[in-house]
């Protein structure tokens, strides 16, 4: 079955270290989504890509970046990370833009 | 920027009961998008509605999309212990805009 795989699945980093958080899809979706899920925000558009090449930031994608060379992976870089960006991430793909989405199981990210 | 709010945050009832949550946008709706998430997974969606006024049931859950596509209830008829989760409202454009959920836990 199709499926969208996110790991790790937890990860704990130090303060200014370079994470990159995996996310590869099978349903060769074009739209892939990176959210972040915090107590008292709910989930956040961090970047977001309607196709090989295409990148576009969202609402809070400082300290962020993504790249998308192939359909299936869009992977999440921390350049460095800091303790604000303690979080659990979830990735999402789509087939067309007003479809459903299908999330990943996240990953629980912690920086100390 | 939209802004989706629902209401309430946090809602705790006994099973067997009705209830009602709500989502409201400060514009209107390209699409709403009803999701609710279990603990430790990703959203997963619940309905789509597109047109003012439109209503979809799905089971015991019944949507409601205001007619002017700025506001959308969500009914749950003799909740359940399995209803319990996050329930997502949300714009569905060319990217998903999230509320902040509203967080229901059904006692047994």
């Known amino acids: 079955d199709a499926e969208i795989t996110q790991s790790p699945r937890h990860k704990i980093t130090e303060t200014g270290r370079q994470v990159t958080l995996a996310c590869h899809q099978t349903?060769?979706?074009?739209?892939m989504f990176w959210y972040r899920q915090d107590l008292g925000h709910g989930l956040r558009l961090i970047h977001y890509?309607?196709?090989?090449?295409?990148?576009n930031k969202g609402e809070v994608s400082d300290g962020y970046s993504v790249s998308r060379s192939n359909t299936e992976d869009l992977p999440l870089t921390l350049e460095s990370a800091a303790s604000s960006q303690t979080s659990v991430y979830f990735c999402?793909?789509?087939?067309?833009?007003?479809?459903?989405?299908?999330f990943g199981q996240g990953t629980r990210l912690t920086v100390v | 920027t939209q802004l989706l709010e629902q209401s309430p945050q946090f809602l705790s009832i006994q099973e067997g009961e009705n209830l009602t949550v709500y989502c409201n946008s400060s514009?209107?709706?390209?699409?709403l998008q009803w999701y609710r998430q279990e603990p430790g997974e990703g959203p997963v969606l619940l309905v789509t509605?597109?047109?003012?006024?439109e209503v979809k049931k799905l089971k015991r859950l019944t949507f409601q999309f205001g007619d002017a596509r700025k506001d959308s209830s969500l009914h749950i008829t003799a909740a359940q212990p399995g209803d319990t989760g996050l329930y997502l409202c949300?714009?569905?454009?060319?990217?998903?805009?999230f509320g902040k959920g509203t967080r229901l836990h059904i006692l047994p």
């Open positions: 949300a714009d569905r454009d060319d990217k998903i805009i």
């Open positions: 509605v597109v047109t003012g006024g």
């Open positions: 890509s309607y196709g090989v090449q295409d990148t």
């Open positions: 349903w060769n979706h074009n739209n």
């Open positions: 514009s209107v709706f390209s699409s």
């Open positions: 999402a793909s789509s087939e067309d833009l007003n479809t459903e989405a299908f």
